[in-house]
């Protein structure tokens, strides 16, 4: 596992013993990054479920002003700290041990993305994105990458908020949720088709 590009491009990322994380697939990886290139200079970073911490890496590697990592395991805490130290980027980045809902409780900051890649079998995606969505956690303008499995399904609609399409990378989807510039109702409705659901 390696940084695709950017400053710290072609170095080497630690991956875990076990299963303790599931890190996202290169192929994966690098689709989220070219949908979303031009939303990354200068953007603070929350990646919510760390991992390994490669996605907040890619974001800063790429550019990133910061990011915070949150994990609630103590082995991942210790991983993206050691990853963030091979690329050089121990300054930039955050790490915070927590369940993902206690930092969303508890945080008063504002960031431009927000990565969400949590164990698939669990409802934590579903959880964070109802809560995220509901609080003020992300700029206007700001996108959340929610990363899940084939067959897990996510709500269409969340007031504020734009959705994409589902981008399907083998067993994978990923999907982009948008805050809208304005806090009024959205002016547009995305009417969306049963056959435009996969990309």
Request: glycine letters at 8%; hydrophobic letters at 35%; proline letters at 4%.
């Amino acid at each position: 596992m390696r940084v695709i590009t950017g400053k710290a491009k072609g170095v080497s990322l630690k991956t875990p013993d076990g299963q303790l994380t599931r890190p996202t697939a290169d192929r994966v990886k690098e689709a989220i990054f070219s949908s979303i290139q031009f939303d990354i200079p200068g953007a603070s970073v929350l990646d919510l479920f760390g991992g390994t911490g490669q996605l907040g890496i890619e974001a800063l590697s790429r550019g990133a002003k910061y990011a915070v990592f949150v994990d609630q395991q103590e082995e991942a805490c210790k991983l993206i700290r050691e990853n963030l130290r091979r690329t050089k980027m121990e300054r930039d980045g955050l790490v915070i041990r927590s369940d993902y809902l206690t930092y969303l409780q508890k945080s008063r900051e504002k960031f431009d993305i927000i990565f969400l890649d949590p164990p698939y079998a669990e409802v934590f995606l579903e959880n964070a994105l109802k809560y995220i969505t509901e609080i003020d956690i992300l700029r206007y303008g700001g996108i959340i990458v929610a990363e899940r499995p084939l067959g897990k399904e996510l709500p269409w609609e969340f007031h504020g908020y734009t959705r994409s399409k589902d981008h399907k990378y083998g067993k994978t989807l990923v999907t982009l949720y948008r805050k809208e510039q304005t806090d009024g109702p959205s002016d547009h409705v995305n009417h969306v088709k049963e056959d435009d659901l996969y990309e």
